[in-house]
């Protein structure tokens, strides 16, 4: 399913570091499919994987380390769902154009929040 999401979620500049827009999009689109479908063993599995092995790594961009609460455990599907659509409608897949978008179109919390997450 990862892959055919990755068909779909990609557009961003995948040599440089706003890939994380495409790798992103492609794993939330392939997780709210499992959701949506009701397989919460394989959410979970793979949510509980992602958080084991990845806790430690430091955000998208910091210098610190320190790392954005997840969106989707404080908004839940229908905001990573909104999200990926409004990914899916940008012309330009930048990263200032996503919050950007994120911030008129969903919530400007949610937008610092991704913000937060890439501060150098």
């Known amino acids: 399913m990862i892959e055919i999401a990755h068909t779909w979620c990609r557009g961003a500049d995948a040599f440089i570091w706003e890939d994380w827009l495409n790798e992103t999009t492609a794993e939330w689109t392939a997780l709210l499919f499992q959701l949506n479908n009701g397989n919460m063993e394989v959410f979970n599995s793979v949510i509980e994987d992602k958080l084991q092995k990845y806790n430690d790594l430091p955000s998208i961009k910091t210098n610190d380390g320190s790392r954005p609460n997840g969106i989707y455990r ?11 659509q409004l990914f899916d409608a940008l012309a330009d897949k930048t990263t200032e154009n ?17 913000e937060n997450g890439i501060e150098e």
């Open 98 to 114: 996503f919050i950007m978008s994120i911030r008129k179109e969903l919530s400007p919390d949610i937008a610092k929040m991704i």
């Open 74 to 84: 404080q908004y839940g599907y229908e905001t990573i769902s909104k999200m990926l």
